[in-house]
């Protein structure tokens, strides 16, 4: 007997937002916890490559089960504002991925083994560096949110401008405790 594809797309979706959110949230802690001493180790950054492909492959499996998905219904889904409001967000989790690999990667692959208080260059890119991770943990909470609930609370404007109002709060909190997170 053959699994309904429904179902199947379900399945894959779920694994999807698991392996990437789950990558997201492992890398975020594992790179918070790794720069407390001021530093990134090869092992360190090594992991946190291996974070970052998890990242890239939950997102793959979570963009092809999506499309599976819409192809089933694309009527219903497409007229859905809390699908406009995911796909928002899956892009804004996209382009924050290109942009931490493009930057941030090779930022921290720079200055492996050596203290970031004395590179300038990492001082001065370090409140990107925390806005990305900030961009990260919002938008994939904010996906599981919003592929949990049945029927959209709101409007896309309204999810989406809350979504936003999150990503500033997180990147205001950066800011804030920047010297807390990396020394």
């Known amino acids: 007997m053959f699994m309904n594809l429904g179902i199947f ?18 890398s975020d802690f594992m790179f918070f916890s790794s720069v407390k001493d001021g530093k990134i180790s090869k092992t ?28 089933l219904n694309p009527e219903r889904i497409l007229a859905s504002e809390k699908f406009w409001a995911k796909m928002t967000i899956v892009a804004v989790i996209f382009i924050n991925g290109l942009l931490f ?15 970031f208080s004395r590179s300038e260059e990492f001082a001065n890119r370090k409140p990107f560096l925390l806005a990305s991770g900030a961009i990260s943990i919002v938008s994939w909470a904010s996906a599981i949110i919003l592929g949990a609930l049945r029927k959209a609370p709101a409007g896309y404007f309204e999810i989406v401008g809350i979504y936003f109002l999150l990503i ?4 205001l909190f950066t800011a804030f405790f920047r010297r807390r997170i990396i020394p």
């Open 9 to 26: 797309y379900d399945v894959l979706h779920l694994f999807g937002v698991a392996i990437g959110a789950g990558g997201a949230v492992v």
């Open 44 to 71: 360190e950054m090594r992991f946190l490559l291996i974070g970052s492909r998890t990242v890239w492959l939950g997102l793959f499996i979570l963009v092809l089960s999506g499309i599976g998905l819409v192809t």
């Open 101 to 115: 690999h493009r930057y941030h990667i090779p930022l921290l692959s720079r200055h492996v083994g050596e203290n």
């Open 168 to 171: 500033a709060l997180g990147i």
